[in-house]
């Protein structure tokens, strides 16, 4: 069963627009990561955000976490063609080892 | 580091034909996870195994699929007898620490025929 939910499942924006995806999620968590996927290739770490943690930001990276709605977003600001890949979230519950991740978002960023 | 190895990269099998991934994690890793990812079900978790010894099988589909640690360096994923069903993308991954960072091979991709 997949604990996130990516949303919107796909976006368009041009080069220079920022974007932002959201993710939703059902049950108290330990950590939320969002993973990129770029076309044919694995996962790529991204960013990890505590559930005691409100905002996180790596580059043009930002994260929020409000686990009183238990939801996140991703905003990458000033988007570049080399952004476009898929984005995911994924969720560690309680203590247990695994991650759960999202259906992701699609992002197509146009020169 | 090299990251996370995987082989082969591609592989293209009769149904019926047994089917041997396998993975190579970061050095130092104590955990290891198999997953597989499809357009219709996403990325699902298979197995993972923590200092060699499998934890969760709880997402292996059926009997067809098996999986082996026998050392900190080296892992398999055996489909036996692969069915077309199988085919996706199989994605092996380690992390240091748990429910922390993983990080991920460039995958196999496998088509059943």
């Known amino acids: 069963s997949q604990q996130g939910e990516e949303d919107p499942q796909a976006l368009s924006i041009q080069e220079g627009e920022n974007a932002t995806m959201n993710c939703s999620y059902k049950?108290?968590?330990?950590?939320l990561q969002w993973y990129r996927q770029n076309s044919g290739r694995g996962l790529v770490h991204l960013i990890l955000?505590?559930?005691?943690?409100r905002e996180k930001h790596s580059g043009r990276l930002r994260v929020t976490l409000d686990t009183s709605k238990k939801s996140s977003s991703l905003l990458i600001t000033a988007s570049r063609a080399a952004d476009t890949a898929s984005y995911f979230c994924?969720?560690?519950?309680?203590?247990?080892?695994?991650?759960?991740f999202g259906t992701g978002t699609r992002l197509q960023v146009f020169p | 580091d090299a990251g996370v190895i995987q082989s082969p990269r591609h592989e293209v099998t009769e149904m019926g034909q047994e089917v041997t991934l396998r993975c190579k994690p970061i050095s130092g890793h104590d955990y290891l996870f198999w997953y597989r990812q499809t357009m219709m079900r996403g990325l699902e978790l298979l197995i993972y195994f923590n200092n060699n010894v499998p934890i969760d099988d709880s997402g292996m589909p059926e009997d067809r699929f098996s999986a082996k640690m026998p050392n900190a360096s080296f892992s398999t994923l055996k489909i036996q007898p692969s069915e077309p069903r199988d085919s996706a993308v199989y994605f092996c991954?380690?992390?240091?620490?748990?429910?922390?960072?993983?990080?991920f091979g460039p995958g196999t991709r496998l088509l059943v025929l």
């Open positions: 955000i505590r559930s005691n943690e």
């Open positions: 994924a969720t560690r519950r309680g203590d247990t080892d695994k991650l759960i």
């Open positions: 991954a380690s992390s240091k620490l748990a429910g922390e960072t993983q990080y």
């Open positions: 049950t108290s968590i330990n950590n």
